[in-house]
């Protein structure tokens, strides 16, 4: 009976570790990658998909991470939190002060009494609100059209919580935003602070994407 795994990622890498010779041919480009997902997915018994094992293997492959703060930063994300919000609207403004101003009032942006999500990401020239589609009309109402740089309708979000020691563990970002790209998912935004991760992807793309970290993370 195969096993089920925690953690796909970390076991494939323990199994690539182990191995010498196998190391040195993945670092030479001598492996096809997607036998090798098969080989480890039979030998090894485990109740994994091969994209997730390919997946695993050519991350390792471009991991700038050194082995020993692997663990580490996978270790951290075992202990993170992840939510999801979909039927989200990504608005960018032009960074001026009548938008901070009209930014410094949430209370009109939305209900927080029925729990309406408000994400302001601010950056040197631009800000992007992310909020809930059925307050489009009330938001839109509020910025005048010459601020207004970009909008878009179809968007999703994803919430991921780490606990105070994140600062002290290098590589969590990397592994996070390396997973998204090796499954050809596009980051319209992110926000990362020292407990938090926010990352705003394509509607079309939000489930694969949680599905991708869920499976890093291991809840």
Known sequence: ?????????????????TDISLKKD??????????LAAFIIKTQKIDASIDSVIS?????????????EQKSA???LKRAKLSIRTKMISL??????????LLGRPDKLADYHAHDTVRILEGFN???????????????????????LHFNKNVGMLEISYPPELEKVPGVFFIIANEIAQNNISMIDA??????????????DVVKAFDLIYNLIGQ
């Open 126 to 148: 631009t800000l992007t609100i992310i909020f809930d589609k059925k307050n489009e009309a009330n938001i839109l109402s509020n910025f005048p059209k010459k601020n207004i």
């Open 191 to 204: 926000l990362i602070s020292s407990s938090e991760h926010i990352l705003v992807v394509q509607d079309k």
């Open 26 to 35: 993945i670092s030479r480009d001598l492996i096809n990658i997607r036998k």
């Open 1 to 17: 009976m195969a096993k089920k795994l925690d953690n796909v990622h970390e076991f494939v890498w323990k199994v690539i570790d």
């Open 92 to 101: 960018e403004l032009k960074r001026t002060d009548e938008i901070k101003t």
């Open 74 to 76: 996978y270790e951290m």
């Open 56 to 68: 695993s293997i050519r991350r390792y492959k471009s991991s700038g991470i050194k082995k020993d």
